[in-house]
Nanobody, 117 residues
């Protein structure tokens, strides 16, 4: 079983920064593709950023140039550095892991990010 725990959310003013963490624990094999998603009230969950097993990264157009995804493989932790935050970034942020050994997806419980104008 795999557990993902997000942290680092909070309330910040527009233009500010936050760094989210997602720590994976349990039975984990190798380095796996991980994503950050977000879901704002009344909206569908959307993909924000991806980091692949090889370390390649991809971002939603809405966050390019402002957000950076990274990982510490030794700690099984993925980060999302969020700069120049906007009120439109307000959402619950979730991390997801694709387990290559059993082709299952695992989700964290989410962390709230609120950006005030």
């Amino acid at each position: 079983q795999v557990q993902l725990v997000e942290s680092g959310g909070g309330l910040v003013q527009a233009g500010g920064s936050l760094k989210l963490s997602c720590a994976a624990s349990g039975t984990i094999f190798g380095i796996n593709t991980m994503n950050w998603y977000r879901q704002a009230p009344g909206k569908q969950r959307e993909l924000v950023a991806t980091i692949t097993t090889g370390g390649s990264t991809n971002y939603a157009d809405s966050v390019k140039g402002r957000f950076t995804i990274s990982r510490d493989a030794a700690k099984n932790t993925v980060y999302l550095q969020m700069n120049s935050l906007k009120p439109a970034d307000t959402a619950v942020y979730y991390c997801r892991l694709f387990a290559s050994w059993n082709t299952l997806y695992y989700w964290g419980q989410g962390t709230q990010v609120t950006v005030s104008s």
